[in-house]
């Protein structure tokens, strides 16, 4: 799985989370899911590559929240990290993901990859 690291200056600074944003007026879950990607990490992910493995309301946020896997391979080294958004990137494996968890180094919204596994 992809992580990436939060700025400073964002809130829960330098946590881990998935790539990920807001979409804009008129933009499907879908084309915000691969626009943001490509913002914050410079990556073009192909639609047919994405499965939709959540989607709920979060009353306590105010929002919807959808959730995408793209099965897509790259190297770190081909990435344009936001320099507003993201410090950092890296692969994890389940269980390091896993650790990272319990240790506490991702951001608390991240606890949905229990589904994907």
């Known amino acids: 799985m992809l992580l990436t690291k939060r700025h400073p200056d964002k809130p829960h600074p330098h946590l881990w989370e998935c790539p990920g944003g807001s979409i804009l007026a008129g933009e499907n879950s879908l084309d915000g899911a691969v626009r943001e990607v490509k913002e914050e990490i410079g990556i073009t992910l192909s639609k047919s590559n ?3 493995i959540k989607s709920e309301r979060r009353d306590v946020y105010h929002d919807f929240c959808d959730i995408w896997l793209f099965n897509q391979s790259f190297e770190t080294t081909e990435t344009a990290l936001q320099e507003n958004e993201v410090i950092d990137i890296q692969w ?25 596994f």
């Open 50 to 52: 994405g499965k939709l």
């Open 92 to 116: 994890v494996t389940k269980s390091e993901l896993e650790s990272m968890y319990h240790s506490n180094y991702l951001v608390p919204t991240l606890s949905y990859f229990k589904l994907i």
